[in-house]
């Protein structure tokens, strides 16, 4: 009896299949079971990225809706309100101002408390903004619209909650993916405000821009998670929490490719707003063309941006380094910089808007991708916050610039500027090459 209980406990009966399997088969069986178990939680995950990817795109379609809207109401209301040229300069100035005090402050909001509250409450402070703009009835109630803009960096907050979630393989694509729902929104918001502005008045726009702030704000609070960092240290110290932290900050600025990358970011952005700023003046005194094509010019821009994402740079990223791929950009503006002085007919502009839109788009996937690698993981909401800081610097900056150089230069002087900075930048992307993954 002994000896058939020896047996026994040496065996193990395999129930699915009755082939009998070694005492040792039951390690086998369990570590096959865990492995099922771990193969289901990453489907599991894989899903519920997707899922949440599918929330930050519907999000950002909604928030590029509600810009286009918003700016294509906000001249008509200033001109409603008898705004001058000089008072309408000091707005734009007034709202980058705010954004660029806000940007780095918002990235560590969103480090501390998490990618669900930063999201709800930059959607917030744009509806509050463009309710305020519905009720405005002059030029303080303008610049008081305005406030509350500190607080919104919606695209920063996608940006955020997409490299959270992301590893470096594949997050250049999914930041690169955002550079597709941005031109939708912008299209829909185009149509949209076009039709509510000329059928119902700048008021109704302002509202229902409003609305869709709301209903984004909503759509973050319920499906985005509390926190969508994968590595936390919850054993945070209370100056490690603080939103008001210059030293964290500066902390970020000592990394070299970190610094290296935003003075990298602000002069592409330079070069390009040297133009940018000017050109609906260009279009419209230069070229002659009238708001019907200057909108479907516009609606040109959104869908061509929307068609190099998705057929060549979301190709480019997978398969190239972001040091070759910064390098292409430079390349391609400059030479849609070159291109930008010798413009003398409309279909000029069209080749122009093409070789642009692929640099720029190209740029900027890659740029934020790489800045996400050169942080650590748990501050990828301060880079970000900090690279929207730059943005807003070069909104600052350039227009008395830009203005300057068209009133006394000539247009075509505008892109020999922006050309000669990209080739700078190539030289020193060059020379820094080694710090980029």
């Not at 899903?47 to 929330?55: D, F, I, S």
């Not at 393989?169 to 509510?196: D, K, Y």
């Amino acid at each position: 009896m002994r000896l058939i209980a020896n047996m026994i406990s040496r065996k193990t009966i395999d129930i699915s299949n009755g082939v009998p399997v070694r005492n040792g088969g039951g390690r086998l069986l369990d570590k096959h079971l865990a492995t099922g178990h771990n193969r289901h939680e990453s489907l599991e995950q894989t899903k519920n990225r997707k899922h949440l990817m599918t929330v930050v795109h519907v999000s950002s379609v909604l928030h590029s809706t509600c810009v286009t809207m918003k700016k294509g109401a906000l001249p008509y209301l200033a001109k409603r309100l008898e705004i001058s040229n000089t008072l309408w300069g000091h707005l734009i100035t007034t709202t980058a101002l705010l954004q660029f005090l806000g940007g780095p402050l918002f990235g560590r909001f969103g480090d501390v408390y998490g990618g669900r509250l930063s999201l709800t409450v930059s959607c917030v402070a744009m509806a509050t903004s463009a309710a305020m703009l519905s009720i405005s009835t002059s030029y303080p109630g303008l610049l008081l619209s305005k406030v509350p803009l500190v607080f919104s960096h919606v695209p920063t907050a996608h940006q955020m909650v997409i490299s959270d979630v992301t590893d470096d393989a594949s997050r250049a694509v999914e930041l690169g993916a955002l550079r597709v729902s941005m031109p939708v929104g912008n299209m829909i918001g185009s149509a949209l405000g076009g039709i509510l502005t000329e059928t119902y008045g700048t008021t109704t726009t302002f509202l229902f821009t409003a609305m869709l702030s709301c209903v984004s704000a909503v759509l973050a609070w319920t499906y985005i998670p509390v926190q969508t960092k994968q590595r936390r240290d919850k054993r945070l110290s209370p100056k490690k929490r603080e939103i008001v932290n210059f030293r964290e900050i500066a902390r970020l600025l000592k990394i070299p490719a970190v610094a290296h990358l935003l003075g990298i970011k602000f002069a592409f952005i330079f070069a390009n707003m040297i133009i940018l700023n000017s050109y609906p003046i260009i279009v419209r005194d230069t070229f002659g063309m009238g708001p019907q094509e200057a909108g479907i010019f516009a609606m040109y821009n959104s869908m061509v941006a929307v068609v190099f994402q998705m057929v060549a740079i979301r190709p480019l990223t997978r398969r190239y380094r972001d040091f070759h791929l910064m390098l292409l950009s430079s390349l391609v503006l400059t030479s849609s910089y070159v291109i930008a002085t010798v413009m003398t007919e409309r279909w000029h502009l069209y080749i122009f808007a093409v070789s642009r839109s692929f640099g720029v788009n190209l740029r900027n996937t890659v740029i934020m991708a790489a800045l996400s690698k050169a942080s650590p993981r748990e501050d990828t909401g301060a880079v970000m916050g900090l690279g929207a800081m730059v943005v807003s610097l070069t909104q600052v900056v350039s227009p008395p610039i830009s203005a300057y150089i068209l009133d006394h230069v000539g247009y075509p002087f505008l892109g020999v500027t922006s050309a000669t900075i990209t080739v700078m930048v190539a030289v020193f992307i060059l020379m820094t090459k080694d710090e980029f993954r």
